[in-house]
């Protein structure tokens, strides 16, 4: 195959199906979170004293599916990683992929994913709390600021 | 440690996790990279973040830290321009890093294309993130 035809072929491929993007982009947006919550612990003092004495194993997950990420919190080390723990302290179900987009997006709510259905907890109820509270300040202070174009 | 470079740092990992994983899915990544055989390495000056790309068979893997002789460097000089360039606030870092990538113009072409898709994955329409807050 010549240059020019290579070249044509890299440029005309088409992206890939609406479900298989949402598909990534959720799991990859599960990541962001949690690699946000491990960075912002070792460079932030303020939230590093937040988060003292919490130590819990924080996931991301779709319902019924082997996608998901995870926090491992233990004393000053926060690690993050892809894919399922096996005996999470605390766990943020999604009921399916396009609840899971809509809340990253911000085409949601928490409130209305929870009080709806479309996002559930397993785990213990203060340790969802201050997840949440250290979650704000995540998205606050780091996460919303990316998307805020001069 | 300031809050640009830890959201550099934060960037900086997701974009390359994004890589690694879209490599899986999506043709065009898979296109582009389906004869490579390189290591792509970021980072950021004076003291930033610094991750890598080991490229080959058709797969993305992606390691924080630092690799000896990559085929592609795409160093910033600080983590104000990292910052600019990776939310997309200026183009302008991309000057000096292309300059010292002269060698590798189609490779430095095409990380940036790679870089402008896992874009599209990060941040699909409003963008990031209300989870669990």
């Known amino acids: 195959m010549g240059i020019i035809d ?7 491929t088409p992206p890939p199906d609406e479900d298989t993007r949402k598909r990534a982009s959720v799991e990859c947006l ?19 004293d937040d988060a003292r004495d919490f130590d819990n194993v924080i996931q991301y997950k779709l319902e019924n599916e082997d996608v998901g990420a ?23 179900i999604f009921r399916d992929i ?6 990253l997006t911000m085409q949601d709510t928490q409130f209305d994913a929870l009080v709806f259905g479309r996002l559930k907890y397993e785990g ?5 709390f201050r997840f949440g509270y250290l979650s704000n300040y995540l998205q606050d202070e780091y996460l919303l600021p990316l998307n805020n174009k001069r | ?14 974009i390359c996790n994004t890589l690694s994983e879209i490599a899986k899915v999506d043709e065009r990544v898979r296109r582009i990279i389906e004869n490579w055989d390189t290591e792509i390495q970021f980072k950021v000056q004076p003291d930033g973040p610094s991750a890598y790309l080991q490229i080959e068979r058709g797969r993305i893997i992606f390691y ?19 910052y600019d360039f990776f939310t997309r606030r200026s183009l302008l870092p991309l000057f000096g890093i292309a300059f010292k990538n002269i060698r590798h113009p189609i490779l430095f ?10 874009g599209e994955y990060l941040s699909p329409s409003k963008g990031i993130v209300s989870a669990g807050s």
Do not use: C, W
Request: charged letters at 20%.
């Open chain 1, 6 to 12: 290579r070249l044509n072929n890299l440029f005309a």
């Open chain 1, 30 to 48: 599960f990541y962001l979170l949690m690699i946000a919550y491990e960075v912002v612990h070792r460079g932030d003092s303020r939230f590093n």
């Open chain 1, 70 to 92: 995870y926090v491992v919190i233990k004393g000053d080390r926060v690690t993050a990683h892809r894919g399922i723990h096996s005996n999470p302290t605390l766990t943020l």
């Open chain 1, 98 to 103: 396009d609840a899971a987009y809509g809340l």
């Open chain 1, 124 to 128: 213990r109820l203060p340790s969802l």
């Open chain 2, 1 to 14: 440690m300031g809050k640009k470079i830890i959201s550099v740092e934060i960037l900086l990992y997701a």
């Open chain 2, 64 to 82: 924080k830290g630092e690799i000896n002789n990559p085929d592609l460097k795409m160093t910033f000089s600080s983590a104000e321009k990292a």
């Open chain 2, 109 to 118: 072409l095409q990380t940036l294309r790679l870089l402008l898709f896992a």
